[in-house]
């Protein structure tokens, strides 16, 4: 089945540029998709990117993706403090979705 | 508010105990989905319900039990508690029954500490 990876931790400085990269072994994925768990809440799409996509923007977020290394990669521009939280990556082909263990994402003021 | 609704928010139970925990997707959602989130293990997919119906099972023990009523609401029943169940549990709906399309929906989840 699938399996997604991502690195655990990421600090970054407010105003830096934040980039969390994720590795999925599943290429039947129509989607693969960015959540974002905030403290104490349940988990929000972010933003997601359809799999026959190299990149796709929405505002200060940039995902790009390499499926050829199956490589999915999130930009945060600009990173603000109310950035900080956990960030999953999840895809799923033929299965419901499977998400990573996710990356902390801690903005430095 | 993602308007899904889960309860109870937190719940504290001793080992060998049994426990019920409850779901509303949202309005019109027909799958309902449930996660567990441990430390370790990240956020494991348990098992799957499509109006009514078992859509999909993970990894969820034999212990566990799931099902989905009429009205579209879920619980998930978890008996012979051990101490490594203490986890935040999630439910999650969507739309479809399908896994390729559309978006989860996630309740804020129910914290279940086994003492």
């Known amino acids: 089945g699938e399996d997604v990876e991502q690195s655990l931790f990421l600090s970054v400085r407010e105003g830096d540029s934040s980039v969390i990269n994720c590795t999925y072994t599943?290429?039947?994925?129509?989607?693969l998709y960015w959540y974002k768990q905030e403290p104490g809440a349940g988990l929000q799409l972010l933003t997601y990117?359809?799999?026959?996509?190299d990149m796709k923007q929405d505002q200060r977020l940039t995902v790009l993706l390499n499926k050829k290394d199956k490589h999915l990669s999130l930009r945060i521009a600009d990173t603000q403090t109310g950035d900080s939280a956990i960030y999953f990556c999840?895809?799923?082909?033929?299965?419901?979705?499977?998400f990573g263990k996710g990356t902390r994402l801690s903005v430095i003021a | 508010d993602s308007g899904v609704t889960q309860t109870p928010k937190h719940l504290i139970t001793a080992t060998g105990q049994r426990v019920t925990l409850r779901c509303s997707p949202r309005?019109?959602?027909?799958?309902v989905y449930w996660y567990q989130q441990s430390l370790d293990q990240g956020l494991q997919f348990l098992i799957q319900?499509?109006?009514?119906?078992?859509?999909a099972k993970g990894n969820i023990l034999e212990r566990f039990s799931a099902q989905q009523f009429p009205d579209l609401h879920s619980e998930l029943n978890l008996s012979s508690l051990e101490l490594g169940d203490s986890a935040l549990y999630f439910c999650?709906?969507?739309?479809?029954?399908?896994?390729?399309?559309?978006?989860?929906?996630f309740g804020e989840g129910s914290r279940l500490t086994v003492l």
């Open positions: 309005s019109g959602d027909l799958s």
């Open positions: 999650a709906s969507s739309v479809a029954g399908d896994w390729n399309t559309g978006e989860l929906f």
């Open positions: 999840a895809g799923g082909g033929n299965t419901p979705l499977v």
């Open positions: 319900y499509y109006n009514g119906e078992e859509r």
């Open positions: 990117i359809f799999s026959n996509m």
């Open positions: 599943d290429s039947s994925s129509t989607y």
